[in-house]
């Protein structure tokens, strides 16, 4: 039987299960990393890469792909969605006269026409609403193929893309409104809720200076967090939400209103529905978890077995990697990589990559007992070097989760409660 999952009155995870005593981590302490950063945004990605051997063969992939934008996307498109100078009826009118001409109006490479255009705008319920020109280029280029654009981002992107990237994977028109988040801020979650979030600004990435003492940094993660736990009352603020924003702040250099609705829409997009993994009773995580060990034990059974005669709980790895998307385990130089390969593709992805994960250290792992066991998830040595992301991630591809059929029933008809 797994771990029973709940909320104490402090509202913090507290998870309890019949494993044998060991040294299990919580979230509520900051993830110990021998990492410490100085720069977000594009400086911050930049430092990663230096690291990286196999930037510069990325960089051209990913310059090459881009410039698909100018062979698809010209002037006139611009004006009929992106700018909104014309209407979807405006538009319709114009694609039957070209239907008309029998001479549609088409770039040179004959690869968009309008119709595509009215139809992706229908879809849309109307022109664009968000105006950030290079998230709408990068969304435009994964309507147009959406197989490249999973492809190229899943092998990891690159500091000058990855961001706009992420934010056009997850956008969903329809839930964007350009005043929510300044109404949100202006409104007062409970005492309580302030309370917690307050105490975990101070111990979120405390060795980045981005939220060193109560900078801008820090600032930012508090409204983020305020904001959100209003929007989803019922499901307030939970430990492991500040990992997955701080991060999200330091990835896209501080762009504090853009990280709100990177958050919203993962957590209203049906592929990802992240904030249901703390609602009350953690029915959707105690889900992805069965779904997890069923997995593992078909794909590392023996290490599987190592784990369960040592007693090793869910709670010590795969619960942490799920509250709060690897950030408490792995570095955050890691995880950057960890979360191309997720918002390429979706929830499950996070199994994909644990089990990929365990593989590639299984045989270490095999040779521990409890102790070391639990040491090894909380306080390995987290360099970047020590963990080959190319190859985990190159494994998590060949991984395919398998479902009992109760479980694909679960997934397939769970419908979140409605945030408002």
Not at 149 to 157: P, V
Not at 227 to 235: K, M, P, Q, V, Y
Not at 250 to 263: A, C, T, Y
């Amino acid at each position: 039987m797994g771990p029973i999952c709940t909320k104490d009155k402090t509202n913090k995870i507290v998870i309890r299960g019949s494993a044998k005593p060991g040294n299990t981590p919580t979230p509520n302490a900051p993830p110990k990393t021998t990492n410490t950063h100085k720069y977000v945004g594009e400086e911050f990605q930049q430092e990663i890469e230096k690291n990286d051997p196999a930037y510069s063969q990325k960089q051209i992939k990913w310059n090459r792909y881009y410039q698909k934008k100018y062979e698809v996307i010209n002037e006139e498109t611009y004006i009929a969605l992106f700018r909104r100078s014309t209407s979807i009826e405006q538009l319709e009118q114009q694609t039957n006269e070209d239907d008309q001409c029998k001479e549609p109006k088409l770039n040179s490479n004959k690869l968009f026409s309008k119709k595509i255009l009215m139809s992706l705008a229908q879809s849309l319920d109307g022109p664009f609403k968000l105006t950030n020109q290079d998230i709408m280029d990068a969304y435009l280029l994964k309507e147009i193929n959406n197989e490249d654009f999973k492809n190229i981002l899943m092998d990891g992107a690159i500091s000058k893309y990855r961001w706009n990237f992420w934010m056009a994977q997850v956008y969903r028109n329809k839930d964007y409104d350009p005043l929510l988040y300044s109404k949100l801020k202006n409104q007062t979650p409970s005492q309580k809720v302030l309370e917690d979030i307050g105490k975990d600004v101070n111990r979120t990435f405390p060795s980045h200076d981005h939220f060193k003492d109560y900078n801008q940094g820090q600032q930012q993660l508090f409204s983020i967090l305020k904001a959100l736990s209003i929007l989803n009352e019922d499901i307030g603020y939970v430990q492991g939400m500040n990992y997955i924003v701080g991060f999200s702040l330091i990835v896209s250099g501080g762009k504090e209103e853009e990280v709100f609705w990177l958050i919203h829409f993962i957590n209203t997009n049906p592929l990802f529905l992240w904030w249901e993994i703390y609602r009350v009773n953690f029915n959707y995580t105690k889900a992805l978890c069965q779904v997890f060990l069923k997995n593992f034990n078909a794909q590392l059974p023996a290490l599987y077995q190592h784990f369960y005669d040592e007693g090793i709980s869910d709670q010590q790895y795969i619960w942490q990697w799920i509250l709060t998307q690897f950030l408490y385990t792995f570095p955050i130089d890691t995880v950057i990589f960890f979360w191309d390969f997720i918002l390429a593709t979706d929830i499950f992805s996070i199994i994909k990559l644990s089990i990929a994960f365990l593989s590639e250290f299984g045989h270490c792992l095999y040779q521990k007992d409890i102790g070391q066991i639990s040491e090894f998830f909380t306080g390995f040595n987290k360099d970047q070097q020590q963990i080959d992301v190319t190859n985990i991630i190159n494994n998590a591809k060949q991984i395919d989760v398998t479902m009992t059929d109760e479980q694909k029933q679960f997934f397939k008809n769970y419908k979140p409660q409605s945030s408002t």
